[in-house]
């Protein structure tokens, strides 16, 4: 089991940037990709971003790209999302996940909260108009 602690989020303006932090502690062996999701209130969960150690590979949604980007954090087992030029539409409660996945999954698998099986307790982000 692996346990997942968040960190950052707030409230901020539109066009303002917030930079999340998700450390992972517990079995992380094998190739145990985290990523970061999102729901709104009334929506389904989403992916958002996700990283994967094996090859560091990383992928983002389409709704986000460009803005928002992925990467090991300062310490082993951590990751950063880090989130500019933010819209009103980003706002949601955040979650990081984490699981292990094949050595080479595609970005699809990545960004789909089924193939997760750790969650973290998720941090508020709004952006207001």
């Known amino acids: 089991q692996v346990q997942l602690v968040e960190s950052g989020g707030g409230s901020v303006q539109t066009g303002g940037s917030l930079r999340l932090r998700c450390a992972a502690s517990?079995?992380?062996?094998?190739?145990?990709?985290m990523g970061w999701f999102r729901q709104a209130p009334g929506m389904e969960r989403e992916g958002v971003a996700a990283?994967?150690?094996?090859?560091?590979?990383?992928t983002t949604a389409d709704s986000v790209r460009g803005r928002f980007s992925i990467s090991q954090g300062d310490a082993e087992d951590t990751v950063v999302l880090q989130m500019n030029s933010l819209k009103p539409e980003d706002t949601a409660m955040y979650y990081c996940?984490?699981?292990?996945?094949?050595?080479?999954?595609?970005?699809?698998?990545?960004?789909?909260?089924?193939?997760?099986?750790?969650w973290g307790q998720g941090t508020q982000v709004t952006v207001s108009s």
């Open positions: 996940a984490a699981s292990a996945f094949p050595r080479f999954p595609t970005g699809a698998d990545m960004l789909t909260p089924a193939k997760y099986n750790s």
């Open positions: 517990g079995d992380t062996s094998d190739n145990h990709c």
């Open positions: 990283f994967c150690p094996v090859g560091h590979k990383t």
